[in-house]
């Protein structure tokens, strides 16, 4: 044994002494990429940046659907979601918080890289360099909202390991320090971006525009309707804008929108002249020369890259699978699209003795603002040709109502001896989750494919995250911030009248209720609500925790409260003989599962900041309120 075990030592050792010691060290792996391959291919390089880019920061978003269901755009008609209307855990103060400085630091060293990759072209380290830098203002766009002031770190640093890691300690910066950050970067990226509204999923001058001009909007607002709660402030100007920046933050706004629109680049988008509705659908699942849409998340079915928000969000009665209907709008949205004269009026309810009937339940919904069909799937309307059946069983003459608990169930009606459908194949059930709980499902996102609704399958149906039509509501409002409503009023005008709404605003129609009522119709479903409420500091107005037992009757008001979503259901009539007979009328329900109102704490303005950020580093001072 010892003899072969000698020989053994011999042989490797031969081997390895026949080596070529220099060769054998400095071999390449195979399965890294070193910094010097990386940055002498530009397709490498891109690479790299679709991984920063898909860290992109959203609140909410079609990836994430419950997210929509958190205040008063809809109800979730899933089960294991229900505890979103039924306590208010969701509003604590780290809820919607970001402080990854992880990604921070990646989108630095990619900054410091670039600028030395000397193997690249001119143009390709221009672009990439202007997209990592566009993605960090993004990104501090993002914590500022959230957080107020955050350090405000550019290059990557490095710990020395010498046990004091006190100089890579930085204090917040100012809330207003961070604003202005992200609009002098983005004024310096829209002369190094591609000039190309073609592009939608990376940086361009377009996007710059388009962010710059929401930023500063975020940061006027703050500035001026912060002095409503003075005591979401630190003294430090961590937290809390001075009033006094107001007017130069809107006109920034308003100069970066009008420099977005008179470029003429962008369009609203209005392929469907003939069908408003429809046309405002389709702006969201047009992939193919849209000259609306200005920066959006792509999907790839033949990539693989896609996403589920119309397998959620389906019809029930017509799933391609045994999925969907979890986003149920709520009545407080829907009743907020006004008349074609541009006046507001309530659904008709005969819970409240307003008792009209309806030939076809879409009848009650005629004669309104398109957006509100283009954002919503209504009773009686259509989702991939089929018509959507909701509808919440029959009402007797005496008003006992014969329903089921069960999609489509059978019962017998009074007189007759076989059973037939009693409730909609969509419901409205109350509890049953997948069902329209509040007598509608979401439209806005939803595929219009065949396929797109199986789990095999799914959508590629991108997420906008910037349009030109959001362009224009940001011009108007930064306008009629600087007392400019004429202005203002052209601006909203070339929405509604997109929106099918034939009266044209006037200078005397536009106050911020209006302002703040256009934004709720023509941005719903698209991540606005909350950030919007937040700026105008109005959160803490309109969800105040009052338990209501009716949806708020004074519509277009910027401060009503609305903290409980409600319901509009759809009944037939079953009273043989009568001349309504088989007709439909309207009851309004809130949910048995929405027991508890929405409760906005003046801490929640700014997100919490963790136990474990401040005890790493002294220097950070705590958000106000917490």
Wanted: net charge neutral; with cysteine.
């Amino acid at each position: 044994m010892k003899k072969y075990f000698i020989l053994l030592s011999i042989i490797v050792f031969s081997l390895t002494w026949g080596c070529k010691d220099d060769d054998f060290l400095n071999k390449n792996p195979n399965t890294i990429l070193l910094n010097d391959q990386v940055w002498s291919d530009p397709s490498l390089v891109t690479s790299v940046l679709a991984d920063l880019y898909g860290r992109y920061v959203d609140q909410q978003t079609i990836t994430n659907w419950p997210e929509f269901t958190n205040f008063d755009e809809a109800f979730p008609s899933e089960s294991g979601q229900f505890w979103r209307v039924q306590t208010n855990p969701q509003y604590d103060y780290g809820w919607w918080g970001d402080w990854d400085y992880g990604y921070i630091r990646e989108l630095n060293l990619f900054i410091q890289k670039c600028k030395a990759a000397d193997k690249l072209s001119e143009s390709d380290r221009t672009r990439f360099l202007a997209e990592a830098r566009f993605l960090r203002a993004a990104n501090y766009f993002e914590k500022v909202k959230r957080m107020g002031g955050v350090p405000l770190i550019t290059e990557p640093m490095e710990y020395d390991f010498s046990g004091d890691p006190t100089y890579l300690q930085h204090a917040r910066a100012k809330e207003s320090e961070v604003y202005d950050f992200v609009i002098n970067e983005l004024d310096t990226l829209k002369t190094m971006l591609p000039d190309n509204a073609s592009i939608k999923s990376r940086a361009t001058k377009g996007l710059a525009l388009a962010m710059q001009a929401r930023a500063a909007l975020y940061a006027g607002s703050i500035a001026k309707y912060g002095t409503k709660t003075p005591s979401v402030s630190l003294s430090g100007g961590e937290v809390g804008i001075p009033a006094e920046k107001a007017q130069g933050y809107y006109q920034k706004a308003l100069t970066a929108a009008q420099e977005l629109i008179s470029s003429g680049k962008y369009s609203l988008y209005l392929k469907k002249p003939d069908d408003l509705q429809d046309n405002f659908a389709s702006l969201f699942t047009d992939k193919g020369s849209n000259p609306e849409v200005i920066f959006a998340q792509d999907f790839k079915l033949k990539s693989g890259v896609i996403e589920g928000w119309t397998v959620s969000n389906q019809p029930r009665s017509s799933a391609e699978e045994q999925q969907g209907g979890r986003v149920n709008p709520s009545l407080n949205l829907v009743q907020s699209f006004e008349l074609l004269d541009n006046t507001y009026a309530q659904l008709p309810d005969i819970s409240t003795g307003d008792t009209v009937y309806f030939n076809n339940p879409s009848d009650a919904f005629a004669n309104r603002d398109a957006r509100l069909g283009g954002t919503i799937i209504i009773p009686g309307s259509k989702f991939k040709g089929k018509t959507v059946d909701i509808w919440a069983g029959y009402m007797l003459k005496n008003g006992s109502i014969i329903s089921g608990d069960h999609f489509g169930a059978n019962a017998i009606l009074p007189g007759k001896s076989t059973d037939e459908q009693v409730v909609g194949f969509d419901g409205p059930i109350d509890g049953l989750e997948y069902s329209a709980q509040t007598g509608f499902y979401v439209r806005k996102f939803l595929d219009p494919t065949v396929g797109s609704g199986q789990l095999g399958t799914q959508s590629d149906v991108w997420w906008v995250r910037y349009r030109y039509g959001e362009v224009l509501l940001n011009a108007a409002e930064a306008a009629f911030e600087l007392g400019d409503k004429t202005t203002a009023a052209g601006y909203l005008n070339q929405v509604r009248s997109r929106a099918g709404l034939t009266k044209p605003l006037t200078e005397s129609d536009i106050t911020f209720d209006r302002i703040v009522h256009e934004r709720k119709v023509e941005l719903a479903f698209e991540g606005h609500e909350m950030f919007d409420m937040k700026r105008w500091r109005l959160a803490h107005v309109i969800w105040d925790g009052t338990n209501m037992t009716h949806v708020t009757t004074n519509l277009g008001k910027a401060d009503e409260v609305s903290t409980m979503i409600f319901g509009l259901w759809p009944y037939k009539i079953y009273n043989p003989g009568s001349p309504n007979n088989g007709k439909y009328v309207f009851k309004q329900v809130r949910p048995s599962r929405v027991t508890s109102p929405h409760t906005w704490r003046l801490g929640n303005y700014y997100s919490k900041i963790g136990d474990d950020v401040r005890t790493n580093n002294p220097k950070i001072v705590k958000n106000p309120n917490q």
